[in-house]
């Protein structure tokens, strides 16, 4: 069985960052995702947005992540929404309690 590769999109509109993201977030490319969101992740004036619609998997390191970004644009008062996450990522979200914490966007809100 042969996994996925990670792979990170960057889409950029007038008012919204959005980092597509697909494949295992795992701690092996952790590194990459941190490089993703370094440019964007203090922008005040845009909303940052993660859509893990073609997310398949992700670890304790991924969540790690997600939830430093959510405390950093809170902190900030700079909106952060989580868009099309993938059912079994969901549930996972569910079980570790963040869901309660994440803003789900829809692309109605763009």
Known sequence: ???????IIYEETKDQ????ISGEL???????LRGA???VMNRTDKALILNLK???YIDST????IVSVLKLRDEIKAPFFVREIP?????????TGISRYLTEGTEAEA
């Open 1 to 7: 069985m042969n996994a996925e590769p990670f792979q």
């Open 17 to 20: 960052s959005i980092i597509h």
């Open 26 to 32: 795992d701690l092996s490319v952790v590194q990459q």
């Open 37 to 39: 969101l370094e440019p």
């Open 54 to 56: 073609q997310l398949k």
């Open 62 to 65: 991924g969540i790690g992540i």
């Open 87 to 95: 059912p079994s990522i969901k549930r996972l979200f569910d079980m």
